[in-house]
Each structure stands twice: as C-alpha cells, then as structure tokens.
C-alpha cells in the first residue's frame, strides 16, 4: 500500500510541477507576483516534495542489492563524475538566477531568461537534472 500511495504523490508533484510551469499559469502567477514568480515557483516545489520524501522513509528498511568490489568503485567513480557535472551544470545556469534570488536583489523583470544554446545546453534542456 505505501508504494501506491507514494507513486500518487510522485504523480501529483509532477502535475503541479508542470502546472505551474504551464505558459499559461507563469505568465499569469508571472504578472500577479512579477519578480517574485520564479522563487515563489521553487519554494512551492520543495514544500510540495517534502510530503513525497517522508512517504519515500515509511518504506521499510532493508539492502536490495550489494555491489561487490571492484564494481563498487567504477560505480563510485561514475557518481563523482555525474555530481562534478552536476555542479559545473548549475554554475553555467546560473544558480542565483535559477533560484530566482538574482531576480528578487537586481529587479530583474519576470520575463528575462538569458538561454543560451552553449555548454550543456547544447545537448540537453535540464543539464543539472
């Protein structure tokens, strides 16, 4: 039963997630908090995934697997990397900007979005995720 109720969480955090990015919905919650949008739109994201995370630690705990070394160290090694590009993708994005804090301190207007086709983005929309 947890795991059901943990997939329609998971399921209605990624609905609001997409409604509230709706162009629709930004441009309006945009014009109603104008610089305010972007920060108001992550605080309710991580409110909202706090509830989906808590469900995630009622599942019982217990080991599903073992990776023996060496295979324990590639693994490692591949999660250095991913966490290293990870943190190179948020700084090219912008952190503060991302956040929405950059808009709040340098009255930036709702509607500025400096995306640029370079680095990651040449590969893929979301590199930090």
Do not use: C
């Amino acid at each position: 039963m947890s795991a059901i109720l943990i997939l329609a969480a998971v399921i209605a955090y990624g609905i609001l997630h997409s409604v509230l990015a709706s162009v629709k919905l930004k441009n309006t919650l945009g014009n109603l908090l104008g610089r305010w949008y972007r920060l108001f739109f992550n605080a309710v994201g991580v409110v909202t995934l706090l509830p989906v995370l808590a469900l995630a630690g009622t599942l019982p705990n217990q080991t599903l697997y073992v990776v023996p070394s060496p295979w324990r160290w590639g693994l490692l090694a591949v999660q250095g990397v991913a966490a290293v590009l990870a943190a190179l993708a948020f700084i090219q994005t912008d952190i503060w900007h991302f956040l929405g804090v950059r808009q709040i301190l340098q009255n930036v207007p709702p509607d500025y979005t400096p995306f640029k086709e370079v680095g990651f983005y040449r590969r893929v929309r979301h590199p930090a995720y």
